[in-house]
């Protein structure tokens, strides 16, 4: 008897062993749709759980893996039609920011940790893929997509980051191959207008980069953290709807939020999400002995300058990233290496 023929008679333990060299992939592929961990997760459980009560219906006329894309494409489509799905709410800043630039329309967004893709089989795509599996977890790879309609965006990821042919992808959206060259058509052009072009850099300058912005950020130096920005740098706050767009604006934002903190250390602490650098942040009261959790920086880096900046304020976040919520207050502000 097969794996698969004792999965179908009702052995979980096959079932698993089926589904488990799959999890992790799918896990990354909802997020991509979603833009968050905890959506990700939410919905993988369910793909999961429909795939096992489903089974009997796996006819094996594509493979166990396209099988499964299948059910979690369709179920995410599902959960962001959904008029129920839950939105953070807006935070209110504890110091009056000044105007934003614009008012961006993503805002229920998380970063991705990079510990998590380490934990995925790095499974080729097909020959017609644009895009690395793991290049297109990029934070402004997901922003993109969750700007597209959901399909446009399912019909991207399948085709051009996983590499499922046309009819295929078809066939797993319940759609033409036509359709799909229509939605795939645009879903590039949005994408590709909006994505910047980044310059390879070695590890060495990044980290060099990153720590130029880390030690001024965390002495309030706001002079050069703008300095380190490209003219075109913008800075983005999820679940906020506030964006600051050119080095203007964000050192507007800056200086008063480093009033705002005063002369309390602010500790940030170096991790990488979404293939990119990141700090998680932790901010103590003066003479206390533990920083608390004040959210996480991501950084977009073009060449050898800070193109973005997005600072997730979700209090969540240090459970769906496994952070700690509190660590050992520094004096002064300091940066963990």
Known sequence: MTVLDRARAGDEQAFRELTDPFRGELHLHCYRLLGSVADAEDLTQETLLAAWRGLDGFQGRSSLRSWLYRIATNRCLNALRDAGRRRPAEPVAPFDPPEPTVRGEVRWLQPYPDRLLAEIADEAPGPEARYHTKEAVELAFVTGLQLMPPRQAATLVLRDVLGYPVAEVADMLGTTATAVKGMLQRARAALEANRPRTVSRGPREEHELTRRFA???????????????????????????????????????????????????????????????????????????????????????????????????????????????TTPAAPGGSRST
């Not at 008063?256 to 903190?261: D, E, F, H, V, Y």
């Not at 003479?287 to 060449?303: I, S």
Request: with cysteine.
């Open 215 to 325: 030690d001024a950020f965390t002495a309030g130096d706001v002079d050069t953290v703008v300095a380190l920005l490209t003219d075109d740098a913008w800075l983005a706050m999820p679940p906020a709807p506030h964006e600051y767009h050119g080095p203007a604006a964000i050192a507007a934002f800056l200086h008063a939020s480093t009033t705002w903190r005063g002369p309390r250390p602010l500790r940030l602490v170096p991790v990488r999400a979404n293939t990119q650098p990141a700090f998680a942040c932790y901010l103590a009261e003066a003479g206390q002995p533990a920083a608390h959790w004040a959210g996480m920086l991501v950084l977009g880096l073009e060449g050898d300058r800070i193109r973005a900046i997005t600072r997730f304020l979700d209090e969540n976040l240090p459970r769906h990233l496994g952070l700690p919520a």
